[in-house]
């Protein structure tokens, strides 16, 4: 199943780099737009310093675990359920239904996305550059639970994906959701949960739990202790990540099981 994933992946990958000045647009396309916010955010920040007791630097950290976790899960699963709408509504998911593999596998690693690549290097840019400032070297532990800390991210990422769209196989189309529910909401992730209402604070935390994205992650790395819940939090993001996605995943079985061809 590993092999036959990797196969399928690296044959979209590859002919997405086949048109490559389309692919160096998409590539200033992303920079620039990702700079765009970067920028505004350092305007806002070298004029207020801090936010909620948040230096320059550990907002800039959040903004990084939230870029490089979102451009993980929008490689892998962006592609695949940002078109799920429309392949339940044109019929097109038939046709992976007919193959003899797990739809999942076969519709995630046939839309890979090779799009997000500056993505990466912006991301990383700015952690280590926050990192640094911020004094923090990280050991061989704190490596590793930095990268198992962006993996769980990932997960919720992706999950926020699925859990969005997938209502499309009852509603046929969920563009809606997909704002309301994901895109809305997690531009909370740009500050400290802490600044918001409690109520916004338990629903990133409980409902939708964006938070473990970046908030409570970062709150280990700083050795900052804020918001209204136990600072066990700060250790929960790799096992929330992957809880999430297995309830995304579940949900979406659910959806493939309700779904009526188009007859077409």
């Known amino acids: 199943m590993i092999g036959l994933y990797l196969a399928f992946a690296?044959?979209?990958?590859l002919t997405q780099l086949e048109y490559?000045?389309?692919y160096f647009m998409r590539m200033v396309a992303k920079i620039l737009g990702w700079s765009t916010g970067f920028i505004m955010l350092m305007v806002l920040l070298q004029k207020f310093r801090t936010v909620g007791g948040w230096s320059i630097y550990e907002i800039l950290l959040l903004y990084a675990f939230d870029v490089i976790?979102?451009?993980i899960a929008s490689t892998f699963c962006m592609g695949a359920f940002g078109k799920l709408p429309r392949m339940i509504r044109q019929g097109e998911l038939d046709g992976i239904l007919t193959k003899p593999v797990n739809p999942f596998v076969y519709l995630v690693s046939t839309k890979i996305s090779a799009g997000y690549t500056s993505n990466y290097v912006i991301?990383?840019?700015?952690?280590v550059f926050s990192l640094k400032k911020l004094g923090i070297s990280l050991n061989g532990f704190s490596l590793i639970w930095l990268v198992l800390d962006i993996i769980g991210a990932s997960f919720i990422q992706a999950a926020g994906f699925m859990v969005t769209t997938v209502p499309a196989f009852w509603l046929y189309k969920s563009d809606g959701l997909y704002r309301l529910f994901y895109k809305n909401l997690t531009d909370f992730l740009k500050y400290p949960l802490s600044i918001y209402h409690r109520g916004v604070q338990a629903l990133l935390t409980f409902l939708l739990p964006y938070a473990f994205i970046n908030f409570y992650p970062v709150q280990y790395f700083i050795h900052k202790q804020e918001g209204m819940f136990s600072s066990y939090f700060q250790y929960l993001t790799p096992v929330v990540g992957i809880v999430t996605f297995l309830g995304a995943y579940c949900f979406?079985?659910?959806g493939l099981r309700a779904y009526k061809s188009t007859g077409s």
């Open 69 to 71: 976790s979102y451009s």
């Open 10 to 13: 690296r044959i979209s990958f």
């Open 252 to 254: 979406w079985l659910k």
């Open 20 to 22: 490559r000045g389309q």
């Open 123 to 127: 991301a990383l840019g700015i952690m």
